[in-house]
């Protein structure tokens, strides 16, 4: 996921003016790690799932206009559940690479909230030539450990 700086700081202010609350509460029953937030910033496209073997076992990843880029490790360290069964659940995912200097370059976890949409489709990809996109928004944030 290519942001461009300004836009994603643009979108992080307005991320936190219009979910303040999502921010505020901690999902009952699940802690965050002590941290400072490194960015903040709302997306929105498709999650995509295809029936293909990934021998890499590489995790998510994002990346800055800067060049600066994060692999997660899977499985997440945490999940939880969207109060919507339509919504894919909420993650905390632990950095396992980094690459580049800039934006990401300090950041040690990324979590996934408020999420909208994103579930797996009821027929899921059988062959490689075969995806599933469905239309998704979460809130990211990158968080860099405290200290």
Known sequence: MKINRLWALLL??????????SLAQEPQGISLPENSRV???VGEGVQIYEAKANPAGA?????ANDGSEVVGALPPLKTWTSHDAKNIPWLLVAVKSRSG??????????VRISTEGGVPPNELPKTERETAR??????????QKAG
């Open 134 to 143: 469905v239309k998704y928004r979460a809130i990211y944030l990158f968080l």
């Open 101 to 110: 200097s800039g934006l990401l370059d300090k950041v040690d976890y990324v």
């Open 12 to 21: 992080g202010f307005t991320c936190f003016a219009l979910c303040g609350s």
């Open 39 to 41: 960015w903040a910033v």
């Open 59 to 63: 995790g998510p990843g994002w990346s």
